[in-house]
């Protein structure tokens, strides 16, 4: 009984750890290339704002579903 | 730092010192390189594509003055633009990081020679305070830079032939040059030197492959030249380019100066009519630079970086071509640029 529950606390961190290793990684390099293009290209604000988000639904994602593993499996 | 931009690190032991030596040294540590390629992404925009409205529409004075230029070239003098690449290379070398310099600075190194030959030449003419001006925007190091700044030219080549010694053996023998030949054999010395010591180190694969064509360039240039005057003008071979020395000899024994027409060909797939002087050397610079275009066409490599500082030097190179040739015929003009 025990062992299934760390089992799926287990589960659950690595569905929203893995999402959020991989969303920093995503949002490094894009946030690098996005401040190199702002700077010669300051029109280009909005995009590069969408751009660096667009990541953070990794980890949104990886939220719901160790939410899911927690509260729904048992 | 992406794979492209990795390299072997065994580097140091086959080569102490290397270029990166003799370039600019410093604490800045530059930014990632996601930023420094979306950076060259958006000035590489600014250059100039289509040099046909230049050649026959207005004067390049007026042009690089006018807010329709965005590029980097400001000045209206051929040694101003000289200066504008150096300072450009420099903003490209200050925003590096330390492993993406040293892949590059064989290729900076190269471009830096030409600083030391103007500066001997300002030496030689007691043109000190213009050898300082140059050397002020110069990626040199601090070492070369205060060899090249006064003094005798014969003690500033014996300096320097002491310090490229140390980058590699080839350089021996630029002091005795100067003395019996003078500062064209100086120059034709450290430009040879270069290519072979660079080409024989470990380097970065788009550099090892942009120094094959250079040397392609240079030894081609060499035997049609030769070819040209006969014994008067030796032809000089480099081994390391993609082709053999040993095809180039045969040819220079044959006498053939045609055969030039189809080393070209393979060398840089350009096709001319016929071996004119100024043909041979825009045909093996415009097969570089079409090279350079086609791989520089990859957002996250290095040739990215590569294909802008060449097509900087250019652009330096052709807007200082419409500047000196301004009275001559446009056609003639048009034919010499590259792009």
């Given amino acids: ?74 | 730092m992406s794979a492209s931009f990795r390299q072997s690190n065994d580097r140091d032991a086959a080569f102490p010192d290397g270029p990166r030596g003799l370039l600019k040294q410093g604490r800045e540590r530059g930014y990632p390189v996601e930023y420094l390629l979306s950076r060259i992404r958006g000035r590489r925009s600014r250059l100039i594509r289509d040099w046909r409205p230049l050649v026959y529409e207005s004067t390049p004075i007026e042009f690089i003055a006018s807010a329709q230029y965005q590029g980097f070239v400001r000045e209206r003098t051929a040694e101003g633009m000289w200066r504008a690449l150096l300072r450009e290379h420099g903003w490209v070398f200050g925003q590096m990081e330390e492993e993406v310099r040293r892949i590059f600075a064989p290729y900076l190194l190269y471009t830096e020679l030409r600083t030391v030959f103007i500066c001997l030449r300002c030496l030689h003419g007691d043109r000190t305070q213009k050898a300082g001006e140059v050397l002020a925007v110069s990626l040199l190091a601090d070492s070369v830079k205060n060899m090249l700044r006064d003094g005798e030219t014969s003690a500033a080549v014996e300096r320097l032939e002491r310090l490229f010694c140390r980058l590699s053996p080839e350089f021996t023998g630029l002091a005795a040059n100067y003395e019996e030949q003078g500062l064209r054999e100086v120059e034709q010395h450290l430009s040879n030197s270069i290519l072979i010591s660079v080409i024989r180190t470990p380097l970065h694969p788009v550099m090892k492959e942009f120094f094959s064509r250079i040397i392609d360039a240079r030894n081609i240039l060499s035997l049609y030249k030769s070819l040209r005057s006969g014994a008067k003008d030796p032809a000089v071979f480099i081994a390391g380019g993609t082709i053999a020395t040993g095809q180039l000899k045969d040819l220079l024994e044959k006498d053939d100066l045609f055969a030039v027409v189809s080393l070209i060909r393979q060398a840089s797939g350009i096709s001319i009519a016929a071996p004119a002087p100024t043909q041979v050397e825009v045909a093996l610079y415009r097969g570089i630079t079409k090279y350079l275009h086609k791989e520089g066409r990859d957002p996250l490599g290095a040739e990215l970086i590569l294909d802008y500082l060449w097509r900087c030097s250019l652009e330096v190179m052709n807007l200082s071509l419409l500047l000196a040739g301004k009275d001559l015929e446009r056609e003639e003009i048009a034919a010499e640029l590259v792009w």
């Fill in chain 1, 1 to 74: 009984m025990n062992l299934e529950k760390v089992l799926i606390a287990f589960c659950a961190a690595l569905a929203i750890g893995i999402p959020a290793i991989a969303t920093a990684w995503a949002q490094s390099k894009i946030g690098a290339a996005g401040a190199g293009t702002l700077a010669e290209k300051p029109e280009l604000t909005g995009t590069i704002i969408i751009l660096v988000a667009i990541p953070e639904t990794m980890v949104i994602l990886g939220f719901v579903v160790s939410t899911m593993i927690l509260f729904t499996v048992k």
